[in-house]
């Protein structure tokens, strides 16, 4: 067992925060995981609703991956068993995803690597005075003990963390393991805020590409595709009704085709929402069939 990897494990107390951990981990490891030529093409990004997103540097590679994904699963679950269980920890890596675009960092390295050792040091008079100011209103001694001893311990792997990755949270400072500017509250924050922002630039520009958003707000592909499909999605829905208005149908054409409102047509938003119709029909019909068997 991985005694480092599985000590920070227990010790960051978020799902969220474990799961960029593990996600951290698999980079770390990824040519050990998957081989040479697999980790010289591909990498882990993040973990979403029990989903591992792997970055490949081509359509191919992401089609060749997807056939092998059983065996990469496989091997994943087995990297994951050397650093611990993660039963009862509310994570699981049930499926994998793959997605093609430019792979920026090759991770994949045959040089050994030597694990990373977290140093416990003693801490400061001020940081003791800062945990002997805190406990200080306990009246009863032993809970007072006990709860400094707490504190002294998180403090001491905090700045244990801080010492080997020497990076944290540019929002809330906190110390933060792996390749990341945020701590995972922080990023959700502001993942959220970036969300609603590019939100309501395709709601009011539904023909926008992914290059054309980057004028009005900084957001990745990956972000991107899931808020449009998110739209897409709810457009959908408006559309299937009969009473749907004209302004709806405008929408779904401008938001399908990617095309700016001068080009279209009558006939244009016509033949595209009854395409999307049919193809809605067709669907919910094939999900009842399944449903009754």
Not at 62 to 74: I, P, R, T, V
Not at 188 to 210: F, T, Y
Not at 219 to 242: G, P, T
Not at 246 to 258: H, M, N, P, S, Y
Request: charged residues 30%; hydrophobic residues 35%; aromatic residues 8%.
């Amino acid at each position: 067992m991985r005694l480092i990897e599985a000590t920070i494990l227990k010790i960051i107390k978020s799902k969220a925060g474990k799961e960029k951990f593990i996600v951290y981990y698999l980079r770390s490891n990824w040519f050990d995981i998957c081989g040479a030529n697999i980790a010289k093409h591909s990498k882990p990004t993040r973990i979403d609703r029990g989903i591992l997103f792997v970055n490949t540097d081509s359509s191919a590679w992401s089609h060749n991956l997807l056939m092998m994904k059983a065996q990469l699963m496989g091997k994943i679950k087995n990297s994951l068993g050397e650093i611990g269980s993660l039963k009862g920890q509310d994570i699981s890596i049930k499926d994998i995803m793959f997605f093609n675009g430019l792979i920026t960092k090759n991770i994949s390295t045959e040089e050994s690597k030597e694990e990373t050792k977290l140093v416990f040091k003693p801490l400061t008079e001020e940081e003791q005075k800062e945990i002997y100011n805190k406990t200080a209103k306990l009246t009863n001694p032993e809970i007072r003990a006990a709860f400094d001893r707490i504190l002294n311990d998180d403090k001491k792997r905090k700045k244990a963390v801080l010492d080997v990755w020497n990076r944290q949270c540019k929002k809330c400072g906190v110390p933060i393991i792996g390749e990341y500017y945020y701590c995972p509250a922080c990023e959700r924050e502001r993942k959220d805020a970036l969300w609603a922002k590019a939100a309501e630039i395709i709601n009011s520009a539904p023909w926008l590409s992914h290059e054309e958003c980057l004028n009005y707000v900084n957001c990745d592909k990956m972000l991107f595709s899931e808020i449009k499909a998110n739209i897409k999605n709810k457009a959908y829905q408006k559309i299937a009704q009969e009473e749907c208005t004209a302004e709806d149908k405008v929408f779904v054409t401008l938001l399908e085709l990617g095309i700016v409102p001068e080009k279209l047509t009558d006939e244009l938003i016509e033949e595209t929402v009854e395409r999307l119709r049919r193809n809605i029909y067709v669907s919910s019909s094939r999900s009842r069939l399944r449903n009754k068997e």
